[in-house]
Each structure stands twice: as structure tokens, then as C-alpha cells.
């Protein structure tokens, strides 16, 4: 299993293809899982890659998460952790859901300063105030609002920060 598979060159990515045509009396004796970003796909696109392209007898591409799936993925991964799946409030996941466009690496790396930021402040739950300082402060890192389309969530989004007085004009 290779990760990160995106950031192989096209020699090390031809020295896997080499790789598998290792067999024994016709028995394939390795197979090779690459996972990685999206550019991993344009990277086998390649016409000089044509040969370990044409082996692929498997592709899956990860679809951003919806509202519901965002909830449980952040409940899930506190639980599997030790820790109390309410930790962060609703506004506080909607708003991680909004700004990661349900990537679950950017849920991911937004729920992880989300936390560091709540323990920071001596707060014991992630509310929207914590979630919408982590964005603000990650604007520079590259976690911009994804295009998708949201005019649901974008709705209920106006809704939660409007009843928490965040004045729409500033986010």
C-alpha cells in the first residue's frame, strides 16, 4: 500500500508497474494499492504512465461528505479517541462542514485546531465562536470555502450565524 501515491514521479511509479510483473508459475505475487490526492489520476493520465494506468483494475475517487455524513465522521473519530462525541456543538460542525466543503481532510485539520483552539481557551466544547476563529485563521493555509453545491446548508448557515450575532458582512 502506497499513500501519498500523488507525489511519486513517473520513474518511481514505473518501478511499481516493474514490480508486479513479478510472478511465480503464473501466479501474480504482488498487488499494489496507490492512494492519494486527485492528482494522483491526472499523474496516471499521462501517455508515458499508459502502462501502469492500464493496470488498474480498481479506481475509487472519495466524494465530499454531506451534512449528515460530517456529523458522524466528527462523532465517530472523538469516540474511537477516548473522547465525547459532543464536543463540538452543531453550529460549531455546521460551520466545519461549510468551510471544508465535507473534504474529510479538511474536516480533519479544521476539527484538530477547532480543539487545540477550544483547550486553548479554557472551553470544555467547540462552539461556532472557536470554529469560525480556526477558519479566519486558516484562510493563509489554504482552507478556503469549497465551490459545491450548497444553497441548503448555505441557508441554515446565515441562519446559525445570524442567532449567534455574527454580522454576515465579516464572515
Known amino acids: 500500500i502506497v499513500d501519498e501515491a500523488q507525489n511519486l514521479s513517473g ?7 516493474m514490480l508486479t510483473n513479478i510472478n511465480a508459475d503464473k501466479d501474480q505475487l504482488l498487488q499494489i494499492i496507490l492512494v492519494g490526492q486527485p492528482q494522483l489520476l491526472d499523474s496516471l493520465s499521462r501517455p508515458e504512465l499508459a502502462q501502469i494506468a492500464q493496470r488498474v483494475s480498481v479506481e475509487y475517487h472519495l466524494e465530499p461528505l454531506g ?20 464536543t463540538f456543538d452543531m453550529d460549531a460542525i455546521w460551520a466545519i462542514y461549510y468551510f471544508s466543503g465535507g473534504v474529510p481532510r479538511l474536516v480533519n485539520i479544521l476539527c484538530d485546531y477547532a480543539l ?10 467547540v462552539d461556532l465562536e472557536t470554529a469560525l476563529s480556526v477558519k479566519q485563521g486558516r484562510k493563509i493555509g489554504g482552507i478556503n470555502r469549497f465551490v459545491t453545491n450548497v444553497d441548503a446548508v448555505e441557508y441554515v448557515r446565515q441562519s446559525v450565524l ?10
Do not use: N, P, W
Open 116 to 125: 487545540v483552539h477550544a483547550y486553548a481557551e479554557g472551553k470544555h466544547m
Open 162 to 171: 445570524r442567532s449567534a450575532g455574527v454580522d454576515l458582512a465579516e464572515v
Open 11 to 17: 520513474g518511481a511509479l514505473e518501478d511499481l508497474r
Open 67 to 86: 451534512l449528515v455524513d460530517v456529523i458522524r465522521y466528527v462523532q465517530h473519530r472523538l469516540e474511537t479517541a477516548g473522547g465525547d462525541k459532543d
